[in-house]
């Protein structure tokens, strides 16, 4: 990630990203006690307000710390960090946490005041031969705890299979449990078979994704089969597609995993078709041209 833009919002304040302080008593710092969502912003718009917004709510109420502020202030506020940083085309990064405490105790505490924190980062722009020859990935045993549903900064687990990705010279680690695809390290997975697009059920296992999401309704539209089922990992080689979806980048073609070329080892049809899809919706709600 490229470093982020001048103008970041802290509890009320919008001030310069250098100049933004928290207690080291917050529970953020001290037991990673906070939720955070990442949102693309489009043309000066946060893309998918509403589906980010839903699952911070999700994920505060599972941690039971009050939201702060309703949709139409997140969004207005998203809006005027947007603008103070440039406006265009940008990533917003948001952060609740439980707020701080007076000493340090495991048991969520009463009556705390969030910590309330956003910033900004310039658009992440892909290298071409990421769409003309896709992206490698590793499989590793899912390392993190039962809730991956809570979008927690408590990431130690992600940050370790991200990490072993890295070592291993690819883009992400595909995380297996029980024998079963569960997500990315910072990813959800869709797989195709048999022409038909695939993804595991949600549950506690994996992150709701809005990518994924969208990804799958943009599928049934252009009338690409959908399956939702739990996936075999050892039917993760054979497929004939995987891809990887996230806020930060879209959907991106995995042509290789493991060291081994998934289908043709090359980006196929069903990830070209939602790839044009996604550009054109996503230009769509942020008013601008498609490329
Ligand atoms: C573990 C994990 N799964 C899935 C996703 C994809 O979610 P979204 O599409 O909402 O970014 C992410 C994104 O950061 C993630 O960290």
Redesign the pocket.
Known sequence: MAAPLAVAYLNGAFLPLGQARISPLDRGFLFGDAVYE?LPVYGGRPFLAAE?LA?LERSLAALRVPNPHGREDWVALMLDLIARNGGGDMGLYLQVSRGAEAGRNHAMPKGLTPTVFMMCSPPLVEAPAVLTEGIAAITLADPRWKR?DI?STALLG?VLAKSAAVEAGVTEAILIANGELR??????VLVVKGGKLCAPPEGPE??P????DLCLRLALRARIAVEIAPIAADSLAGASELLV????RGVLPVTRLNGAPIGAGRPGPVWQALYEAFQAYRHQAAGTAPL
């Open positions: 990442v980010h699952r991956c979008k992600n997500e990315g390290a910072s990813s959800s994996i992150l994704g809005t990518t994924r979806c996230f806020a930060s």
